[in-house]
């Protein structure tokens, strides 16, 4: 069976500093991944997706970028946080073979 | 353009009473259509999906939405509600490629003794 990880589950960063968030999926091949923002009270947004290794889609300019350095490893950096990257990130992924999304736990980004 | 519009942003219910979560999309093409509930601080979990087949769709925990193309709704219905319905659920729609997914900006579902 297919699982997705993600690490840490709560950051807490000063403004300014950098970040890595990172997320791998177990038991698929060639997954589609995606990376969502969730602001307190807000939906989801949609903030990177990539449908292969180094081919990442950014959907929002912002300070943020997304790798994917292998096929099911996707890695959410910044260089500089900002107050305004505070919130609940999730990783998600999504079979060829199916239209489905399958969602991680999530990490709680909190930025001081 | 596809987006997703939730009508409601909270609601509240008493248990055993029916829940009706409402939701109406636009798409450009024939979408596939799915709703979710997330639970405080945790990851989504997928509760059913329309794709072109019955356009009523029966889900996990006594859910079901049905696709009203006419309407463009796909309204999340359970007949009696429980506590444990308590959190908040995203009405989704995606493309015919599947690439990309638009979220619904929530409903938060209230569940009174």
């Known amino acids: 069976s297919q699982t997705i990880h993600q690490w840490p589950a709560t950051l807490v960063q000063p403004v300014g500093s950098p970040l890595s968030l990172e997320c791998t999926v177990e038991g698929t091949s060639n997954p589609n991944l995606y990376w969502y923002r969730q602001a307190a009270g807000r939906g989801l947004q949609l903030l990177f997706y990539?449908?292969?290794?180094?081919?990442i889609s950014s959907e929002v300019p912002q300070n943020l970028s997304a790798s994917r350095p292998q096929d099911r490893q996707f890695i959410l950096s910044s260089k500089k946080l900002l107050l305004s990257d505070s919130g609940f990130y999730l990783c998600?992924?999504?079979?060829?073979?199916?239209?489905?999304?399958?969602f991680g736990p999530g990490t709680r980004l909190t930025v001081l | 353009a596809q987006s997703v519009t939730q009508l409601d942003s909270h609601v509240s219910v008493s248990e055993g009473t029916p829940v009706l979560l409402r939701c109406n999309y636009s798409s450009s093409y024939s979408p596939s259509l799915f709703w979710y509930v997330q639970h405080p601080n945790k990851g989504l979990q997928l509760l059913l999906k329309?794709?072109?087949?019955?356009?009523l769709v029966k889900g996990i925990n006594g859910f079901e939405a049905e696709f009203k193309k006419s309407e463009t709704s796909f309204h999340l219905t359970k007949p009696s509600a429980h506590m444990s319905d308590a959190a908040e659920y995203f009405c989704?729609?995606?493309?015919?490629?599947?690439?990309?997914?638009?979220f619904g900006s929530g409903t938060k579902l209230n569940v009174k003794p």
């Open positions: 989704v729609v995606s493309l015919y490629n599947f690439n990309k997914f638009y």
């Open positions: 990539s449908i292969g290794i180094d081919q």
């Open positions: 998600a992924w999504r079979d060829r073979g199916n239209n489905e999304q399958f």
């Open positions: 329309y794709t072109s087949a019955a356009t």
